[in-house]
């Protein structure tokens, strides 16, 4: 089974913290996604990477960045948090092939005070 | 911005009964649509996948696939009330972005 897990499952800040979240998976997927999640808007992409050290900007990468500097490992990088940047935020991977669907991982839900 | 619509419900159905979600999308272009459940404060899991027309089944689940009116449903048949949760339409384009709706909740009532 795929497995994707993320470093925390909750995660409280302050406005203006420096925040690491962080995807590991373990079933070689070249394609890495961060998704952030909120009530009446679906997922929403932030960022995904297609090979290590490559990235592109999803549909809202603003405030946030990203770095994948080992093929397993996705790390969302959020460089002066706000409040409106609390939100459940997802990460999922696939392969290549064009039938790969994505697997998520369990979410982490950040609060940003 | 593609789209991807979806009745955010929420739809109520006695148990044993169909459900029928449904999802339409705004390009042509889309190459792969798939079904997600997710519960609530959890990370969605994947139901179905379907790549061509028509319907597809895996034991009480049917996606149901019409190119040509940009359409994509889910049936459940049986409904059971482990079956509460929100369902997410994804659609795959072109280079491996993956658009979401924003989810049909649905209530399976005992």
């Known amino acids: 089974d795929v497995k994707v897990t993320q470093s925390s499952r909750y995660l409280v800040k302050r406005t203006g913290e420096k925040v690491f979240l962080e995807c590991v998976q373990d079933?070689?997927?070249?394609?890495m996604f961060w998704y952030r999640q909120d009530p009446g808007l679906g997922l929403r992409l932030i960022y995904f990477?297609?090979?290590?050290?490559?990235?592109e900007k999803g549909d809202i990468p603003e405030g946030y960045s990203v770095s994948r500097e080992k093929k397993e490992r996705f790390s969302l990088i959020l460089e002066s948090a706000s409040t409106n940047q609390t939100s459940m935020y997802l990460c999922a991977s696939n392969g290549q092939g064009n039938t790969d669907t994505q697997y998520f991982g369990p979410g982490t839900r950040l609060t940003v005070l | 911005q593609k789209e991807v619509e979806q009745n955010s419900g929420p739809l109520s159905v006695p148990e044993g009964a169909i459900a029928s979600l449904n999802c339409t999308y705004s390009?042509?272009?889309?190459?792969?649509f798939f079904w997600y459940r997710q519960y609530s404060g959890k990370s969605p899991e994947l139901i179905m996948s379907i790549y061509s027309n028509g319907d597809k089944e895996d034991g009480r689940f049917t996606a149901q696939l019409n190119k040509a009116s940009q359409y994509v449903s889910l049936l459940i048949r049986d409904s059971q009330p482990s079956d509460s949760a929100t369902y997410l339409c994804?659609?795959?384009?072109?280079?491996?972005?993956?658009?979401f709706g924003s989810g049909t909740k649905l209530n399976v009532k005992p």
């Open positions: 079933m070689d997927h070249e394609n």
């Open positions: 994804a659609v795959r384009y072109s280079f491996n972005k993956f658009y």
């Open positions: 390009d042509r272009g889309s190459q792969s």
């Open positions: 990477s297609y090979d290590v050290k490559m990235k």
